[in-house]
C-alpha cells in the first residue's frame, strides 16, 4: 500500500515538459527524429516567480533571469526545391525533453519563417519540415537571419546569413565531420593492439593530439566568442582530457582517477546561463555525473549530489538550480535502486527546500515536503534503529529491543495489502531458515483492525514476533521511527541497533544477514 508519496510532491513542484526525444550533449544530426503529430506544447515564456531577495543575498551575487531582453525576432530557414506537404514547426529542446514551441509561416518557395515580437529564450531548437527532416537551429541574442540548405546534404550545403552562432555551429559539424574518420581509425587500431606496447603506445598518443587538437577548436571558439551561445554549448559538452594517474609500481591509479574524472567533468560549464538548460547537455551531463560517475552506493550518491547541487546554487541562474535541485531529488526518492538513498533527498530537502530558496513551490507543499524528510530523517540507513512495543496477537507487550539476536530484521505489513500477501510466506521461510541461528524477525501490522491483525498471523503461519498498535493509551508511533513508503518495508538493525539495510525484498535477506554476522 502507497503511503502518502514524497515522490509525488516533488514533480508537483518541478517545471516538466511532457518527454518526447533525448538528444545528444552535443549537437548532431545522427539518430534524432520527430512525431509531428504528438509533440507536446509548451509556452516558450513559463510564468516563473522571481527568486527571493533573500535568495540573492545568501549567494552574494544576484541571480540572473531566464528572460532574456526583448529581441527583434525573425528568421528563416529554407531547403531548396522542397515544400514541407504539412507546413513547418519550431521544435524547442528543455533538458532532455522536446516540445512545439510555434508553426512557422510559409511562403510560396517553401522558406519557412519564424516571427516574434519578443524573441525566443536561448537555446537549440529545430526547425523541422518532416519527421526526419529537420535543420538545428541556435537561437541567441541575433534573431534575425536567413539559413538556406538542400534536401540531400543538407548539413554540408547549409548557408548561413547574420547569424554568427548557426555559422559556428555548422562549421563545427564540418570540423568533426572532417575529424571522426581519424578518431575512428585510431581506435579501432587501438582496439588490435595489445597494451604497452610500442604501436599501441604510439597510437595512443595520435588520439591525445586529435583530442587535444579538438579541444584546442572549441576553446579558440569560446575564446573569440564568448558572449555567444554555441561556443558555450560546446565547450560544455566536453569530457575532461586527464592523463591518469600511476601509483608507485607504474600502474593506472584508477580509483585517483575517477576522482580526478568527476572533480573536472562540469569544467567549461556555465551554471550562470539558463540557456544551457535548453539544450540536451545540462540533463545528459548531469545523469552521467550522477548515475555512470558515481558508484551507486548512498554514501558515494550523497559526495556527488552535494557537489552538483553547490555548483547549481552558486552558478547564478534560478532555472538551472530549479532543475538540478529538483532532478536529484526525484531520482533519489524512497524507493530508489540505491540503498539508502533517503541520505540524499534528505540533506536535499533540508538544505534546499526552504522558504529562502525553493521559490518554484508553495506554502503549503514545502511544509509536506519538510515533514516527510522529518519522518525519514530518523530511520536513513546507518541511523540506530529505535525501539518499538505494541502488543502481540495474545495481547501482551512485545519490545524490538526485547530480542535477543545480533541482527534483528523488522517487518512492516498491511493486512490489505497485495505486496505484503506474496512477501509473508517468504518472509515466514527466512525466519525458519534463521531463527536460532542469530536472527529474529519482528513483524508490525500498520493496521487498526485487531481481527484483521490476527486473522493474517494465522493465515500466513506467523511463528516470528508479531505486534500491532491497538492499546488504548499505548502509541508505540512505529511509523515515525521507521519511515513506511510502500508496504511492505522491511529494516535490517546489528547488535547495536543501527540500520543496516533497508527497503528489501524478502529474497534478499539472506544475503545481508550472512554478511552481518560473517557466515558463508
Avoid at 527532416?133 to 541574442?141: A, N, P, R, S
Avoid at 540548405?149 to 548539413?155: A, G, Y
Avoid at 493465515?459 to 491497538?470: A, I, L
Avoid at 519511515?483 to 543496516?500: G, Q, R, W
Wanted: aromatic letters at 12%.
Amino acid at each position: 500500500m502507497r503511503q502518502y508519496s514524497l515522490f509525488f510532491l516533488l514533480l508537483t513542484s518541478l517545471f516538466l515538459a511532457m518527454a518526447c526525444n533525448e538528444a545528444g550533449s552535443a549537437p548532431s544530426q545522427e539518430g534524432v527524429s520527430f512525431d509531428l503529430d504528438s509533440i507536446p506544447e509548451l509556452p516558450v515564456f513559463e510564468s516563473m516567480q522571481d527568486p527571493p531577495k533573500s535568495f540573492n543575498y545568501m549567494r552574494g551575487k544576484p541571480f540572473t533571469t531566464i528572460r532574456q531582453d526583448p529581441v527583434e525576432c525573425n528568421f528563416s530557414v529554407k531547403i531548396k526545391d522542397y515544400m514541407p506537404p504539412n507546413g513547418c514547426k519550431l521544435i524547442g529542446t528543455y533538458a532532455e525533453q522536446t516540445f512545439l514551441v510555434t508553426n512557422a509561416e510559409m511562403q510560396d518557395d517553401g522558406t519557412a519563417v519564424f516571427k516574434s515580437d519578443s524573441g525566443y529564450v536561448g537555446g537549440l531548437y529545430y526547425v523541422a519540415f518532416s519527421d526526419q527532416l529537420f535543420v538545428q537551429v541556435i537561437l541567441g541574442k541575433d534573431q534575425v537571419f536567413s539559413m538556406e540548405t538542400t534536401e540531400k546534404n543538407s548539413v554540408d550545403n547549409m548557408k548561413v546569413k547574420g547569424s554568427m552562432d548557426n555559422q559556428l555551429l555548422y562549421e563545427a559539424f564540418a570540423f568533426d565531420k572532417k575529424l571522426n574518420p581519424e578518431f575512428n581509425k585510431i581506435n579501432k587500431a587501438l582496439d588490435t593492439l595489445e597494451r604497452g606496447t610500442a604501436a599501441y603506445d604510439a597510437a595512443k598518443a595520435e588520439q591525445s593530439n586529435l583530442v587535444a587538437k579538438r579541444m584546442s577548436y572549441i576553446r579558440n571558439l569560446y575564446d573569440k566568442h564568448p558572449d555567444l551561445l554555441f561556443p558555450k554549448f560546446k565547450l560544455a559538452g566536453q569530457n575532461p582530457t586527464i592523463e591518469p594517474p600511476r601509483d608507485l609500481r607504474g600502474e593506472i591509479d584508477n580509483a585517483l582517477y575517477a576522482y580526478m574524472y568527476r572533480s573536472k567533468f562540469w569544467d567549461g560549464f556555465d551554471f550562470g546561463d539558463g540557456r544551457l538548460l535548453r539544450t540536451p547537455v545540462l540533463h545528459n551531463k548531469l545523469k552521467r555525473f550522477m548515475k555512470d560517475l558515481t558508484p551507486q552506493v548512498a554514501d558515494s550518491v550523497l559526495v556527488s549530489a552535494k557537489f552538483i547541487c553547490d555548483k547549481a546554487y552558486r552558478g547564478g541562474d534560478p532555472e538551472i538550480f530549479k532543475h538540478v535541485i529538483n532532478w536529484v531529488a526525484v531520482q533519489y526518492d524512497a524507493k530508489a535502486p540505491v540503498m539508502g538513498a533517503e541520505k540524499v533527498l534528505v540533506h536535499i530537502i533540508q538544505n534546499y527546500f526552504t522558504d529562502s530558496l525553493a521559490y518554484w513551490t508553495t506554502t503549503d507543499e514545502l511544509e509536506k515536503i519538510q515533514d516527510k524528510a522529518i519522518e525519514m530523517e530518523l530511520s536513513l540507513l546507518g541511523k540506530i534503529g529505535q525501539d518499538v512495543e505494541a502488543t502481540d496477537p495474545d495481547g501482551n507487550m512485545k519490545s524490538l529491543y526485547g530480542l535477543q539476536a545480533p541482527v534483528k530484521v523488522v517487518f512492516i505489513y498491511t493486512t490489505d495489502c497485495e505486496h505484503c500477501k506474496e512477501a509473508s510466506p517468504e518472509m515466514q521461510k527466512f525466519y525458519q531458515e534463521w531463527k536460532g541461528k542469530g536472527v529474529e524477525v519482528f513483524g508490525i501490522c500498520s493496521g487498526r483492525d485487531e481481527n484483521d491483525f490476527k486473522n493474517f498471523v494465522k493465515r500466513y503461519g506467523f511463528t516470528f514476533t508479531n505486534v500491532q498498535d491497538r492499546t488504548p493509551g499505548i502509541d508505540s508511533n512505529y511509523y515515525l521511527k521507521y519511515h513506511i513508503d510502500i508496504t511492505p518495508e522491511i529494516y535490517v538493525l546489528d547488535k547495536d541497533h543501527k540500520i543496516i539495510a533497508k527497503n528489501l525484498k524478502p529474497f534478499q535477506l539472506t544475503d545481508i544477514v550472512k554478511k552481518e554476522l560473517g557466515v558463508e
